[in-house]
């Protein structure tokens, strides 16, 4: 007797999340990108859709990166010594459909910008750049609670995705985030209480749920994993049976994590295999969005995808 | 868990008024309150004051019909007035019910399977209530056996393994929680369970303290779907608490106001 395939039918879907607006929009992109969608568990095609291949946003800081390893120095040569040249680079040679611009100079230990200097340099970067955008803050709270409201000001109308609200620090971004018509990036500590707890929050301020992407944070290959697959597993579980608090799309932040282990360090070509497959992995959890810094990973993890998604 | 509002019922005054003055407004807000506070399907019974059920109950259907799509659980012992009302909903249905006797099943089966409707089979025949969990069982496989021979799908059956009052007969109620879970064991696939909550605190004092107390326990049987007073805030939030223990659903600290974005 021939074996039948149990098929899942699920309620409930994953909300989609538009990012950039094109001028008819009100913004100036050429292009959007739309993440989420999907109606089954990841890549599980035949029980249901995935309408929106998972998306690599690169990472670019706004100023020269002090930290980075020699190899991601190297594959981006001068270039990554100005903002604007290297955002360039990512979107000429690697065909960058997003970018997620880190006000990394803001940070009090790494220049201190002020919110109006930031708030410039994201004009610049707009008018420069015309891929979607990611802005993400320095991750010091204090700092982030004046730059953000500037930027998003500065971005009104492009429909960016801003970052991040936690649980102890959303008031601010949230209320900008809203009024400037952008989506918010809420970060829980691998903790999927947590998660549903601020996506709640949120949307008590007004902000719909279709508007968040949660942040689960990663951690790198045999640096906890399968910790964030596990909770990314977990929420997309319930939300497709539907809970519609967990049913947002996710943005994990690969690069810095899997660049920051003794592996990635030891050895530049081990980096790049650290970053490809942590982003390979988190995409057969439901990773929507995977921020990362090699480019030649990068082309790895969109090989892969494609392989993926060949057929349908 | 499937909530059956039964707010919509003429036992209740000021809904056998609504019913003999044809005010939509009345039963149309009954309506609507029962779904904000949580409702999923609403029980439709113009009760014992009814002189003409086979004109109410259609009534009440297309008035409840006109505010909400939700399921309407279209609550009568006699198959006429059952008729009458599948005939007139155009919302999806809800037989309730049918009792364990053959020439009842043979009315009703034929019945839910031409509208499509889902159909609830209580555990009693004409012999009378059961006395103990055997005679639940029994009465439930013969309607299983019933529902299974006329190829009615048995996941669209909800078992009902009558709840009495607490103060009639306190010795039944634990063996009416074990067969909440012994009826998944008749079958397979197995048919689901209901109850009619406020039964257990019939003429009781405490009965929402009593209502709330039995439907922790019967979930925790493993029951799907209550009939109850969704308007009983403590009784809502009580049962958003027990599934939540039962890993239903994921905890955050406004489990409860998570439960009801949904």
Redesign the interface.
Not at chain 1, 242 to 246: M, R
């Given at each position: 007797m021939e074996t039948q395939l149990v098929l899942e039918k699920w309620p409930g879907s994953i909300s989609v999340v538009t990012i950039g607006a094109k001028t008819a929009e009100g913004g100036s992109r050429s292009q959007t990108v739309q993440i989420g969608g999907q109606t089954a568990l990841p890549l599980m095609f035949k029980e249901g859709v995935m309408p929106n291949r998972p998306k690599i946003a690169f990472e670019i800081w706004d100023i020269a990166p002090v930290d980075f390893e020699q190899e991601l120095m190297t594959a981006y040569g001068r270039a990554i010594n100005d903002p604007f040249t290297w955002a360039q680079v990512c979107v000429d040679e690697f065909k960058a459909d997003l970018i997620c611009l880190k006000m990394q100079g803001t940070h009090p230990d790494f220049g201190d910008r002020s919110p109006q200097e930031a708030a410039k340099f994201v004009s610049k970067f707009l008018n420069q750049i015309k891929v979607p955008l990611i802005i993400t803050g320095s991750g010091d709270n204090a700092k982030d609670n004046l730059v953000l409201p500037a930027c998003s000001e500065a971005a009104k109308g492009e429909r960016c995705l801003i970052g991040s609200a936690v649980q102890d620090n959303y008031k601010t971004l949230v209320a900008s985030v809203l009024a400037d018509g952008h989506s918010i990036i809420a970060e829980s500590p691998i903790d999927?209480?947590?998660a549903?707890?601020l996506n709640?929050?949120i949307?008590d301020m007004g902000l719909s749920l279709e508007r968040i992407v949660i942040d689960p944070t990663i951690g790198a290959l045999g640096y906890g994993l399968e910790y964030a697959y596990s909770i990314m597993e977990?929420?997309r579980l319930?939300a497709l049976s539907?809970?519609?608090?967990?049913a947002c799309p996710f943005i994990c932040f690969v690069g810095q994590e899997a660049w920051r282990v003794k592996e990635a360090k030891a050895d530049g070509r081990q980096g790049i295999a650290w970053e490809t497959l942590t982003a390979t992995s988190l995409i057969q959890s439901g990773a929507d969005i995977l921020v990362m810094r090699h480019p030649k990973a990068a082309e790895n993890v969109l090989w892969y995808t494609d392989g993926l998604f060949r057929g349908q | 868990m499937l909530i059956i509002g039964e707010l919509i019922n003429g036992m209740y005054a000021n809904i056998a008024l609504a019913l003999k003055e044809r005010d939509k407004k009345v039963i149309q807000s009954c309506a609507l309150e029962q779904v904000a506070c949580g409702a999923d399907a609403l029980d439709i019974s113009c009760g014992p004051a009814s002189k003409n059920p086979l004109i109410d109950l259609p009534w009440l259907v297309e008035v409840v019909g006109e505010v909400t799509d939700k399921p309407l659980c279209l609550d009568s012992s006699k198959p006429q007035v059952i008729a009458e009302g599948l005939k007139a909903a155009k919302n999806p249905t809800i037989i309730n019910s049918t009792t364990a006797d053959i020439e009842k099943l043979q009315i009703l089966l034929p019945l839910a399977k031409q509208y499509k409707s889902k159909l609830i089979g209580i555990a009693i025949d004409s012999k009378g209530i059961p006395q103990n969990k055997d005679q639940r069982l029994e009465l439930a496989a013969r309607i299983l056996e019933q529902a299974g021979q006329s190829g009615f799908a048995l996941e669209d059956l909800y078992l009902d393994p009558i709840v009495m009052p607490v103060n009639v007969a306190q010795n039944q109620i634990r063996d009416i929680l074990e067969t909440i879970a012994e009826f998944k064991m008749i079958s397979s696939p197995h048919g689901k369970t209901v109850i009619g909550l406020s039964n257990i605190s019939q003429g009781a004092k405490n009965r929402s303290l009593i209502n709330r107390t039995f439907l922790t326990m019967a979930v925790a049987s493993g029951l799907d779907s209550a009939i109850l007073d969704p308007k009983d805030k403590e009784l809502m939030d009580t049962l958003i608490t027990a599934e939540l223990i039962l890993n239903k659903?994921?905890?955050?600290?406004?489990y409860l106001?998570?439960y009801r974005?949904?």
């Open positions: 999927i209480n947590i549903k707890q709640i929050l949307s977990r929420a319930a539907g809970d519609k608090t967990l | 659903n994921i905890y955050c600290d406004s106001e998570a974005k949904r």
